[in-house]
């Protein structure tokens, strides 16, 4: 019996499978607790007066860290719930800013499979976009991951 929002295993997939996860809006609650956990207390995050007068970004910007994190979890279920080993790798690159009320999804392409040496794993790598609300692609990054095959157990 097939477990609602289990992952995907590394040999059910194909370089060029595609997927797409629902929306999340960023709150300013979202941006207060992720600087707030962190310790990312730049003035750009914490000072609404200097934000004003010295940001070239208009609204309450969300640290890419935070939009990064955030993608992750949109893609734990359904895509590496129960079925992700490890996060090896990746490249990550800002395309540009997310403020309080931007909506992002994240939508990914596998580019890269293949086993390990160890049996019933593999290495898949994917090209993760994540995308606001106005179809701009706003982060970029491609991680690697061990990931469980489906003959593996525990």
Same mark, same amino acid.
């Given at each position: *019996?097939?477990? /609602?929002? +289990? @992952?995907?295993?590394?040999?059910? !997939?194909?370089?060029?499978?595609?997927? =797409?996860?629902?929306?999340?809006?960023?709150?300013?609650?979202?941006?207060?607790?992720?600087?707030?956990?962190?310790?990312?207390?730049?003035?750009?995050?914490?000072?609404?007066?200097?934000?004003?007068?010295?940001?070239?970004?208009?609204?309450?910007?969300?640290?890419?860290?935070?939009?990064?994190?955030?993608?992750?979890?949109?893609? *734990?279920?359904? /895509?590496? +719930? @129960?079925?992700?080993?490890?996060? !090896?790798?990746?490249?990550?690159?800002? =395309?540009?800013?997310?403020?309080?009320?931007?909506?992002?999804?994240?939508?990914?392409?596998?580019?890269?499979?293949?086993?390990?040496?160890?049996?019933?794993?593999?290495?898949?790598?994917?090209?993760?976009?994540?995308?606001?609300?106005?179809?701009?692609?706003?982060?970029?990054?491609?991680?690697?991951?061990?990931?469980?095959?489906?003959?593996?157990?525990?």
């Amino acid at each position: *019996m097939k477990l /609602l929002g +289990q @992952g995907l295993y590394w040999d059910e !997939l194909k370089v060029g499978d595609q997927f =797409k996860t629902f929306g999340r809006t960023i709150t300013e609650a979202d941006i207060i607790s992720f600087i707030n956990c962190t310790g990312f207390l730049e003035v750009l995050f914490t000072d609404a007066e200097f934000r004003e007068k010295h940001s070239a970004i208009a609204g309450r910007v969300a640290p890419a860290a935070l939009i990064y994190s955030m993608a992750e979890g949109l893609l *734990m279920v359904g /895509l590496i +719930q @129960g079925t992700g080993l490890a996060f !090896l790798n990746m490249e990550l690159d800002v =395309k540009g800013p997310v403020v309080a009320g931007d909506t992002v999804h994240v939508e990914v392409t596998v580019t890269e499979i293949r086993p390990t040496a160890k049996g019933g794993r593999g290495l898949v790598r994917t090209r993760n976009e994540i995308i606001n609300q106005r179809g701009e692609t706003v982060i970029v990054y491609t991680p690697l991951r061990l990931v469980k095959g489906s003959g593996a157990t525990g």
